[in-house]
């Protein structure tokens, strides 16, 4: 087996183009910050904007409009317009849940669940149970509302497994790192 | 000099928007991980394409490398994910490229002395092993893994692995020993 292994190991070149087709590839996507927040907020950069007469102008009239209504709103009583605001917090509606699909590859798990702060932390919650779809893939598909939420897999009820997929969050409670959701508003 | 700068600080450079240092990174692990894929997939072409997916998504989640010192085992990694992703899309092809190569297999027979035509017997012998044994007899032979090393990079219990393993080896010793009696 070792006589196998070693004509294995011989060398396999790519093609004298791989480097640049690769690198090609990587400069096509957005580079990493070369800048600090600081220097991008401070150093000058130069725009060039073209524009037509027909656009100024109507820019010019947007803007004439904005100020009219401003003059006209400063007329109106605090107390008076304050109301509106109170009352739209208070009819402020739970947030919808969206439904996302969470998928880890456990080849020799049993059994997987999803535990997060949507659930309650709890691995035996019916709609959070995977499913095997085979080939090592688990997954389920649930509800989760729409805002921030930290959650984690649980293989065969004792293994915490983060999602490779996702950004990790250190728990500060517990410095264990948790994987971390965003849910928007569906458009 | 680029050469001799460790994993770690070629990451980071490329993280501050030095976007031609992934270049030295590229030139570093090209080589060794072409071959891994070369005989996972079996033809150049699928190992090229499955190689340079595996660095550019390197490249996209680099901030997301949580040892860049490891920098080589994390895209190793990705390759064999990328593998076996490639493996099961292309699954249908292997097997009538498998079945094509019988004919070929016995036309090599013909010159048993020729190295070149022993290592395509093994090459050959490779393609037809189950995909998740030749992962494990690569890792193991190949690239010189151990079992804890090779569980932590596929996800696999270590038992298992020594399974496949130990399964891959009979049958290579089965594949080539017919074409050495035939």
Same mark, same amino acid.
């Given at each position: 087996m070792k006589n196998i292994a070693r004509e294995l190991?011989?060398?396999?070149?790519?093609?004298?183009?791989?480097?640049? +087709?690769?690198?090609?590839?990587? %400069?096509?996507?957005?580079?990493?910050?070369? #800048?600090? !927040?600081?220097? +991008?907020?401070?150093?000058?950069? %130069?725009?060039?904007?073209?524009?037509?007469? #027909?656009? !100024?102008?109507?820019i010019a009239a947007g803007i004439g409009v904005f100020a009219l209504l401003g003059a006209a709103h400063a007329y109106v009583d605090v107390n008076r317009a304050a109301k509106p605001i109170v009352a739209a917090l208070g009819s402020k509606k739970a947030e919808p849940a969206q439904r996302v699909q969470f998928v880890l590859v456990a080849p020799d798990a049993k059994k997987v669940a999803v535990v997060g702060d949507f659930n309650g932390w709890d691995s035996r919650h019916a709609q959070y149970q995977a499913q095997h779809r085979g080939g090592g893939v688990w997954s389920v598909t649930a509800p989760v509302p729409v805002g921030h939420h930290r959650y984690s897999f649980v293989v065969d009820d004792s293994v915490w497994v983060v999602d490779p997929s996702a950004p990790r969050l250190v728990d500060s409670d517990y410095g264990v790192a948790n994987s971390a959701l965003l849910v928007e508003h569906q458009q | 000099m680029e050469v001799a700068s460790s994993d770690a600080v070629i990451v980071a450079r490329v993280l501050r928007g030095d976007v031609e240092a992934f270049r030295v990174l590229v030139d570093r692990y090209r080589d060794r991980y072409a071959r891994f894929a070369f005989h996972m997939l079996g033809n150049r072409e699928d190992a090229e394409e499955a190689l340079q997916d595996a660095f550019t998504r390197a490249y996209r989640s680099l901030a997301r490398c949580e040892d860049p010192e490891r920098f080589g085992a994390w895209l190793f990694r990705i390759l064999v994910n990328r593998c076996r992703t490639a493996g099961a899309r292309r699954g249908r092809r292997q097997r009538t490229f498998v079945s094509d190569d019988m004919a070929l297999l016995a036309a090599a027979h013909d010159h048993p002395a020729d190295r070149t035509a022993w290592r395509e017997e093994i090459e050959r012998a490779l393609t037809r092993l189950r995909p998740e044994q030749r992962e494990a007899f690569l890792l193991k032979y190949v690239e010189d893994m151990g079992y804890d090393e090779m569980s932590q990079l596929t996800g696999v219990g270590v038992s298992a692995l020594k399974m496949r393993v130990m399964r891959a080896c009979d049958r290579l010793r089965e594949l080539l020993s017919e074409v050495h009696s035939a």
């Open positions: 190991r011989a060398p396999v070149p790519v093609s004298e183009s791989f480097d640049a +087709r690769v690198m090609d590839a990587v %400069r096509s996507m957005p580079r990493y910050g070369r #800048l600090g !927040l600081w220097s +991008r907020l401070t150093t000058p950069r %130069r725009r060039t904007f073209t524009i037509t007469p #027909l656009t !100024l102008g109507l | -």
